[in-house]
């Protein structure tokens, strides 16, 4: 009986020791290094505008669906998509008849929202998901289409579009991985600035 309340008592001692390490300094360490390192970062990379109020997220899509604006791709994140409370894929396989009557209506609607032919073809970034439902990158194909629509809707050249979207690209992570992308929250968000 001894031995066991030994026991007990140096569990419960290493137990108190490791939840004020792991859930105490380790959380604090961390949150304050993410602080001082990049704070924009850990703070939701917020874009917010003149009037201080928030926009959104450079790290988190939203459906922008207006002329004036970049599209984003479409999302599954959601009964309506974008949706950051329920992040994920369409879980849609390639064979499913749901992933092909979706594509095929995303493309009738990017065709039809950049006036192009009923058989141009369309980046597939355009048509289909992300894993998340919530990526708000887009390649640099699906953007081009785009600028003309948003340059006539905004009333300005495309050579203005076209360099907010050059500013607006990333290049490959570590000049290898991946593709570049146009981030179209941080897009939209200089187009708005344009007038202003």
Do not use: W
């Amino acid at each position: 009986m001894k031995n066991i309340l030994a026991e007990c008592g140096r569990s419960l001692v290493a137990t108190l020791f490791f939840a004020i390490i792991l859930c105490g300094l380790y959380p604090l360490v961390v949150y304050g290094a993410a602080q001082l390192l990049f704070p924009r970062q850990a703070n939701g990379s917020l874009l917010v505008d003149k009037t201080g109020a928030v926009r959104g997220s450079a790290l988190l899509a939203q459906n922008f669906t207006g002329a004036q604006y970049f599209h984003p791709r479409p999302s599954a994140a959601g009964a309506n998509g974008y949706d950051a409370t329920s992040s994920s894929g369409s879980n849609l396989g390639p064979t499913s008849s749901n992933l092909l009557a979706n594509i095929t209506q995303n493309l009738a609607t990017y065709r039809g929202d950049n006036g192009l032919a009923t058989n141009a073809p369309v980046p597939a970034d355009a048509v289909t998901a992300s894993g998340s439902g919530l990526d708000p990158h887009i390649s640099v194909a699906n953007a081009a289409l785009q600028i003309p629509r948003v340059a006539k809707a905004r009333g300005i050249s495309e050579e203005q579009v076209r360099e907010l979207v050059k500013q607006n690209t990333s290049d490959r992570d570590l000049g290898v991985f991946g593709e570049p992308r146009v981030n179209v929250m941080t897009l939209n968000f200089a187009l708005d600035g344009l007038g202003k």
